[in-house]
Nanobody, 119 residues
Framework: VQLQASGGGLVQPGGSLRLSCATSGSIFDINEMDWYRQTPGKQRELVARIRRGGSTVYADSVKGRFTISRDNDKNTMYLQMNSLTPDDTAVYYC??????????????WGQGTQVTVST
């Protein structure tokens, strides 16, 4: 199972970006898919989560601005980020808790994509 994150870049404050996380490999079941972010010297923090049933969870700092979604046909998860501020600058990682053979339930991580919000 592999995750490929993309869509990061440089954007001005108030702008938007859409991150994508494409999954590949034989996945039998998915418990949850998430976006995390990390800045230098800080712990990785949860940004948004989408669970098996489709329910979502957001960090307070991004509620109302970010939207997590997934396209099961394309095996891809998205993070639409609007009204970006410099505080959103970070490396964004996608995460997947999934069942595959022979590993069973396992946590998979993408390689990270840099988001920079600056003038």
């Amino acid at each position: 199972v592999q995750l490929q994150a993309s869509g990061g870049g440089l954007v001005q404050p108030g702008g938007s970006l859409r991150l994508s996380c494409a999954t590949s490999g034989s996945i039998f079941d998915i418990n949850e898919m998430d976006w995390y972010r990390q800045t230098p010297g800080k712990q990785r923090e949860l940004v948004a989560r989408i669970r098996r049933g489709g329910s979502t969870v957001y960090a307070d700092s991004v509620k109302g601005r970010f939207t997590i979604s997934r396209d099961n046909d394309k095996n891809t998860m998205y993070l639409q980020m609007n009204s970006l501020t410099p505080d959103d600058t970070a490396v964004y990682y996608c995460h997947l808790n999934a069942y595959s053979v022979p590993r069973g339930w396992f946590d998979y991580w993408g390689q990270g994509t840099q988001v920079t919000v600056s003038t």
